[in-house]
């Protein structure tokens, strides 16, 4: 079954940067799309970059120019690079894959997270 590892988090402060990595367990051009979803305590799990494969990322406004998604597909590696973090940016960040098949049918794979934190 698909494996997803992330990485790369941390304490950092506020105006900081990170990247994170999300390492699959077989190629990552076989999903329709790769995307990071972050969850802080208390709250649902959100978006922070959605990327389907051979298309342009989607970003919410929150992180919208300081959050760029990168891949290396010989790697099986997809990045998140934050920059200028916020203490909000606080949260469980996840990895995930997404296979569609016909029909509207969907299956999704995740990461076990990472932990980010950042301080005032």
């Known amino acids: 079954q698909v494996q997803l590892v992330e990485s790369g988090g941390g304490l950092v402060q506020a105006g900081g940067s990170l990247r994170l990595s999300c390492v699959a367990s077989g190629s990552i051009s076989s999903f329709d799309a790769m995307g990071w979803y972050r969850q802080a305590p208390g709250n649902q799990r959100e978006l922070v970059a959605f990327m389907p494969n051979g298309r342009s990322t989607n970003y919410p406004e929150s992180v919208k120019g300081r959050f760029t998604v990168s891949r290396d597909n010989a790697k099986n590696t997809v990045y998140l690079q934050m920059n200028v973090l916020k203490p909000e940016d606080t949260a469980v960040y996840y990895c995930?894959?997404?296979?569609?098949?016909?029909?509207?049918?969907?299956?999704?794979?995740w990461g076990q997270g990472t932990q980010v934190t950042v301080s005032s």
């Open positions: 995930c894959a997404v296979l569609t098949r016909g029909g509207g049918y969907r299956d999704d794979y």
